[in-house]
């Protein structure tokens, strides 16, 4: 919670003499303090649990889901939140032209639990794509596809609007293979012209403009980690 080491990695820590509590050092696993009043000192550093930090970013496209330095001067999406305090760590990731939303957090267990399969926390996206999609074509993408990597089927998918030229689309999967949703379009002949991610399980992107963030609201955050079963 100090933001230190990882869980696995603090039990070394305690085990090998290196943490104090109160100035006495504490070897034994498993001892309960009071973060308030006890002092604890890891490798003769005093440390203090992290505020917890929960917010959603409407990404824009042509930013890099990174933090610091991007490649090739490409921007990164450290520059739309450069106000806030804590670090922060993007859950998962958008591709570069892929705009929408992201959820950042200083929370490994949230953000852990948001991105394994097993959760099946589902992830909506907006997708125009380049070619009309008839219902025999939709109710076979309904089936899936098999992809270099597997099969790939998403848990619901619907035409939200037929253009001419074009066709919106709202697919959800409760995975984030690289690229998925523009291989799943593309092994249909079909490829994705627009890609826009709008909701994370229980949060949706509503109405944030594009480039700001939000923190997220305690009922958001409880019913993040109650869909994951928590
Ligand atoms: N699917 C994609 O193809 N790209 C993304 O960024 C997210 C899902």
């Known amino acids: 919670m100090c933001g230190v080491s990882s869980r696995r990695k603090a039990d070394e820590l305690i085990k090998s003499g290196h943490v104090k509590i109160n100035g006495r050092v504490e070897a034994e696993l498993g001892r309960t303090v009071d973060t308030d009043r006890d002092m604890i000192e890891v490798q003769g550093r005093v440390i203090e649990p992290e505020v917890k930090r929960y ?20 921007r990164t999406i450290e520059e739309l939140i450069r106000d806030i305090p804590q670090r922060v760590y993007p859950v ?23 991105l394994h399969p097993r959760y099946e926390i589902k992830k909506v996206y907006r997708a125009i794509v380049k070619k009309p999609i008839d219902d025999s ?61 709008i909701s994370i399980g229980p949060v949706s992107l509503g109405g944030l403009p594009r480039g700001k963030w939000r923190s997220l609201a305690e009922s958001e955050i409880k019913n993040l980690y109650e869909a994951t079963g928590a």
């Open 55 to 74: 917010l959603i970013l409407n990404k824009p496209k042509l930013y890099l889901t990174a933090l610091g330095e991007g490649q090739d001067e490409k």
């Open 92 to 114: 998962g990731r958008l591709d570069y032209d892929v705009e929408g939303l992201i959820i950042l957090t200083n929370d490994g267990e949230l953000a852990n639990r948001v």
């Open 137 to 197: 074509t939709l109710e076979m993408m309904k089936k899936g596809a098999l992809l270099e990597d597997g099969p790939a089927k998403p848990d619901s998918i619907k035409v939200i609007k037929r253009g001419k030229d074009s066709t919106t689309v709202e697919i959800c999967f409760h995975e984030g293979r690289n690229h998925l949703v523009k291989r799943f379009f593309y092994s249909f002949d079909n490829p994705v012209r627009q890609l826009k991610r």
